[in-house]
């Protein structure tokens, strides 16, 4: 391969953008005491009675936060304390009344979403732009790396650079076999050393309706993100809130997304789920700040 012209992107490579910073309460969760305590409800419902440091992990939300709903259902004699120890309110051990079964079976009939609290609509669009590809910078070698492995022509190698970074959709054409779903996973793979991981959430909220961005069989967590379910001293400081990031987002490589002919118009919009009442985002939307 000859640089015929690597003036066009002979700049230095970026680091992975910053990861979201921890809400500090119920307000910057960009969540409603309504919704919380409403998911807080359908936890207990399905998975009975928790300790209250089990409820913000399960949520992955600040306990200062969950304390708030926590409160709130108490005092509405929603919920019940069976029982704590002398270290506070986050060791209680936290279980619906009896009346409030059937609340809780109401609010999962409505939305049978539960697990980590998704994020405000608003915060998913400033990190996506924030990790956007344009951010990406590069030099001739690093891009030349990935692509070590295919015979490309100097003509088509020297524009590579340019449309991958330009924040455009480049279309790759021709006929089966001559190597567009190889060079798509080179542009992945480039991304992914140039640009570094990025953050998903593991759903967004738009317009009172929960849609799931993150999927495990289509993205790979980073094997640096921190486990706070196994990991005694992230869990403490996700209690506390320091030094960690928002465990409503999961750290993953850019996603490498393939599809072929079995590729329909309706695969590009959400998909709901008349059972369960929530969305789950199209693949494109999968594929932010990755190859698709």
């Known amino acids: 391969m000859n640089f015929q012209n690597p003036s066009e992107f002979d ?11 921890p809400p500090e309460s119920l307000k910057e969760a960009g969540l409603t005491m309504a919704f919380l305590s409403d998911l807080i409800l359908k936890a207990l419902y399905t ?18 936060v969950v304390r ?46 539960t697990g980590p609290a998704p994020v405000p609509l608003e915060d998913y669009v400033e990190q996506t732009y924030r990790q956007a590809v344009t951010g990406i910078r590069v030099t001739p070698d690093a891009l030349a790396a990935p692509f070590s492995h295919l015979i490309i022509k100097d003509d088509m190698f020297n524009a590579l650079g340019p449309a991958i970074v330009s924040g455009r959709s480049v279309f790759i054409y021709g006929p089966p076999g001559n190597g567009k779903t190889a060079m798509a996973r ?30 495990p069989s289509l993205h790979q967590a980073d094997e640096n993100q921190e486990n706070s379910f196994i990991d005694p001293e992230s869990s403490v ?9 928002d465990p409503r987002w999961v750290r993953i490589r850019r996603p490498v ?7 329909t118009l309706d695969m590009l919009d959400l998909k709901y789920n008349a059972e369960s009442k929530f ?10 700040a990755g190859c698709s």
């Open 237 to 245: 400081r996700r209690l506390l809130n320091t030094g960690v990031a």
């Open 257 to 263: 997304i393939i599809t072929g002919g079995e590729l």
């Open 279 to 288: 969305y789950q985002a199209p693949i494109h939307f999968k594929a932010n």
């Open 186 to 215: 080179s542009i992945g793979e480039f991304m992914n050393q140039a640009g570094g991981a990025i953050y998903v959430p593991y759903a967004f909220m738009a317009e009172g309706s929960v849609i799931t961005v993150y999927d």
């Open 11 to 21: 700049i230095n490579t970026t680091q992975a953008p910053d990861a979201p910073a």
């Open 68 to 113: 708030e709903s926590l409160k709130f259902l108490k005092d509405e004699k929603q919920i019940e304390i069976m029982g704590g120890d002398l270290v506070g309110e986050v060791s209680y051990r936290f279980s619906l009344t009896d009346l409030e079964r059937v609340r809780a079976k109401e609010a999962m009939e409505m939305c049978a979403y």
């Open 47 to 64: 998975r009975g009675a928790m300790i209250g440091r089990d409820m913000a992990q399960f949520l992955c939300l600040p306990f200062k």
